[in-house]
């Protein structure tokens, strides 16, 4: 793996240093993987034929396999030029665009996933704005995301950076999200959201340490002060 420049934390550049590694799934964005498939798992299946999934913070577009047979045109929002080529080459409409303005039609998404993007934007609220302005009546917006707690801070940051599922700097805590806010946005905009902690399975993640597997399942766990799951419908 190439040593990446040496930048300050949340720097954009980042993912370009790191541009070959999207898609090694024991690489350093190995638990971004995990993510994207438990976040698919909160994906209803496509309600219309010519149905929308707007994928916000797509990066090399990881949640493109985990759609397959869901019926969803997929949109990937994202400002990283060499994630959006990887993103296309794995099926997604690549728009390069910042996720605070996306340049989609008012109400044209059937689903809208923030997946690992609100701990990386300086204004969650007008991201989460934008995202409930783009989903449609009855469509359902799916988050997860790291909060803005201690623990979190601890976790993500002081540990999780320590091995080789996360890269070095990648976050900056100061933008990680406060739950109450988030839940009081998306509220305001007809969306009530169902918040819940994950985690990485533990066997699982001793047998990928130890080679003997592939992926890692995310679990439900009894805190959302660290790494979190949020879904909703928007009313009609």
């Given amino acids: 793996m190439p040593v990446p420049t040496q930048r300050a934390r949340n720097d954009l550049g980042q993912y370009d240093d790191l541009a070959d590694e999207w898609w090694d799934e024991r690489g350093p964005f190995a638990m ?17 034929p010519d149905a929308i999934l707007v994928d916000l913070g797509c990066g090399g577009g990881l ?12 949109v990937g929002v994202d400002l990283t030029t060499s994630a959006l080529r990887q993103a ?3 099926g997604v409409a ?24 609100l701990e990386h934007v300086v204004d969650t609220a007008a991201v989460l ?34 091995v080789p599922a996360a890269p070095a ?11 109450a806010a988030m839940t009081r946005v998306c509220a305001a905009h007809g969306v009530t959201l169902q918040v819940r902690g994950v985690r990485p399975s533990w066997l699982d ?27 909703g419908t928007k009313r009609p």
Wanted: positive net charge; aromatic residues 6%; hydrophobic residues 50%.
């Fill in 205 to 231: 993640l001793a047998a990928w340490a130890a080679g003997r597997r592939h992926r890692v399942r995310m679990v439900p766990t009894f805190t959302s002060a660290v790494l979190f799951q949020a879904w």
């Fill in 94 to 117: 690549a728009v390069s665009a910042d996720v605070a303005a996306v340049p989609l039609q008012t109400g044209s998404a059937d689903v809208v996933c923030a997946g690992e993007i």
């Fill in 32 to 48: 971004l993987h995990w993510l994207a498939a438990a976040r698919s798992a909160l994906v209803p299946p496509a309600p219309r």
């Fill in 129 to 162: 704005d934008d995202a409930c302005r783009v989903l449609r009546a009855g469509g359902t917006l799916v988050i997860d995301t790291i909060a803005d707690t201690r623990l979190a801070t601890l976790v993500a940051v002081e540990l999780a950076e320590r």
């Fill in 88 to 90: 296309h080459d794995h």
């Fill in 63 to 74: 949640l493109a396999p985990h759609l397959a047979g869901k019926g969803y045109h997929h």
């Fill in 169 to 179: 700097g990648i976050h900056d805590p100061k933008l990680f999200v406060n739950r």
